[in-house]
């Protein structure tokens, strides 16, 4: 079913824009060259992330950690393979979606794990980055209650997640 | 942000200095060659993402999108201006789509336009920041493209169930805020 959800989005946007008589490959081009400006400003944190995860695994203290962890993850239902995606998704969107390709090289795109951290992905949200960014240009100093009611609502998702990815 | 990754290089790096030094400049050089080719794989999604997002907007499909969310956004934001409505609801359906990237700027603008100055964070900021953190997501588009140039043969099947998981949490983060908010009004009563 899922298949044709993309496909058919496409095409009705194209017939949209016939309709409105949008010029669509100029449109589409002036879009698409905003990607290369986006990545330029996104590597080096996308760098510097992978390279603390890298030192943090070849050190062995993630190994440390996701044992640590692992029994209350297990506790929840999350499989302790994804110990390190959900201990870093809160600080780093980019640093995320390297651990996701990691995942993807380890177990395979179509395996639960990976199915469960594409989920888990989309259901979380750099909260310490967004908190930050969105208040650097107004008053206010601290946000009160919003980070923790966040980060719960998060972990509840994880949970959702790793379990309605086993039926479907 | 800093501390925490002071922290993951300082300790890592004393590990290594004792288990294993020859590793540390070798896996640094490796972490970063995988960054970059990371990048390579994003710009080639995000060049099809910001191609369609550049027609959706110019086509004014943008603009119905947040005229429909506007009414929804009035009752859970408690705002009754006009132009915040429509930056909440642009950096609501950016999110939606799943693209941060495009929901940060919008983001900070409407964050401007609820700030009453008094260095207290309220309500609907403390609402902002719960949503987006939760956000619905209907089209993961970041990670279904990372996903299908992974080699999956089913990328788009993580759809549904983004899209129930994340119904959940928004639902979770918008009513724990109500409630903290009344529970926080009934002792300033008292």
Known sequence: MSVYILPIIFVLLFIYCIYKRVNTYDYFVKGAKGAIKLVIDIFPFIASILIAVALLR??????????????????????????????????????????????????????????????????????????????????????????PVALFASFIGTILACLICKIM | MNIFWLIMMLSSILVLLITNPSAVLSEMLAASEDALELCIQLCAVYCVWLGIIE??????????????????????????????????????????????????????????????KSGKANFAMIMLIVVNATSIQLLPTTVIGLRASAGSTNPTDIILPTLIVTFCTTIIGITLVHIINKIIKRKKKA
């Open chain 1, 58 to 147: 070849v050190s062995g203290i993630t190994d440390f950690l996701v044992n640590l962890l692992a029994p209350i993850f297990r506790f929840f239902g999350i499989p302790p393979e994804l110990c390190e995606l959900v201990l870093l998704r809160p600080f780093t969107g980019s640093g995320s979606y390297g651990i996701l390709e990691n995942i993807f090289v380890t177990y395979g795109a179509d395996s639960y794990i990976s199915r469960c951290a594409c989920v888990i992905l989309g259901c979380s949200e750099t909260i310490f980055y967004v908190a930050t960014v969105y208040i650097s240009q107004t008053k206010v100093k601290r946000l009160l209650y919003a980070i």
């Open chain 2, 55 to 116: 027609l959706i907007e110019i086509s004014g499909l943008g603009e119905k999108l947040a005229k429909l969310l506007r009414p929804l956004i009035k009752k859970i934001f408690k705002v009754d201006d006009i132009e915040t409505q429509k930056l909440i609801a642009m950096n609501v359906s950016a999110n939606m789509l799943g693209l941060g990237n495009a929901a940060t700027p919008l983001g900070i603008k409407a964050m401007q336009a609820l700030d009453d």
